[in-house]
């Protein structure tokens, strides 16, 4: 069976922080997105990676990074965060080649103080 | 800019009804569109998609109306089930280039008994 998971369902950081949330996925795929969702404005892409050490922006990508340093882990990092970066984060993985199927990890809260 | 506009952003049905939902889109390079189920506390999984060389997809009660000509595909659910509350987003994609998702901003459906 498919599996995404995230590190945290939920999250309280600090103005200024830095913040890691990491992505795990166990179905060898290459492809792998982070969202952000918040109401009224649907699931936005943030980052994505189609392999190893490989990223590219979305479209929402100012104040993020992200990092890929093996195929099934991909992790989203905010270097100073702020309080409009109050979100639902949402990581999915794709078999690239194969269908264009998501699959979603069930998400992580952050609050961001 | 919203590529995928979605409406309504929420929706009361009455149990047994027909639930729908509807998405337009702009970008004519477009040629795969999904749907998308959320349950609360869960991320998004895929419900049931279609590309643009077919007008109907039917799943079970689920059907996708796709209308090439008006830029339009819509989401129908037959005999809705309280089981059915849940948040909807459809989504498109686009062949070429990098295969990015483009999420509407998503139905928040509520069946009531």
């Known amino acids: 069976d498919v599996k995404v998971t995230q590190s945290s369902r939920y999250l309280v950081k600090r103005t200024g922080e830095k913040v890691f949330l990491e992505c795990v996925q166990d179905m060898d795929h290459e492809n792998m997105f982070w969202y952000r969702q918040d109401p009224g404005l649907g699931l936005r892409l943030i980052y994505f990676s189609y392999d190893v050490k490989m990223k590219e922006k979305g479209d929402i990508p100012e104040g993020y990074s992200v990092s890929r340093e093996k195929k099934e882990r991909f992790s989203l990092i905010l270097e100073s965060a702020s309080t409009n970066q109050t979100s639902m984060y949402l990581c999915?993985?794709?078999?690239?080649?194969?269908?264009?199927?998501?699959?979603f990890g069930p998400g992580t809260r952050l609050t961001v103080t | 800019q919203q590529q995928v506009k979605q409406s309504p952003q929420s929706l009361i049905v009455q149990k047994g009804g027909i639930s729908i939902i509807n998405c337009a889109y702009e970008n004519t390079a477009f040629d795969y569109f999904p749907w998308y189920q959320q349950f609360p506390g869960k991320g998004p999984a895929l419900l049931i998609a279609i590309r643009p060389d077919v007008s109907e997809k039917k799943e079970g009660r689920f059907t996708i109306s796709f209308n090439k000509s008006a830029k339009q595909f819509s989401l129908h659910i037959m005999d809705s089930q309280p089981g059915d509350s849940a948040t909807y987003f459809c989504?498109?994609?686009?062949?070429?280039?990098?295969?990015?998702?483009?999420f509407g901003t998503g139905t928040r459906l509520t069946i009531i008994p």
């Open positions: 989504a498109a994609l686009s062949n070429f280039g990098n295969e990015k998702l483009t």
């Open positions: 999915a993985s794709r078999n690239q080649g194969g269908s264009y199927e998501q699959y």
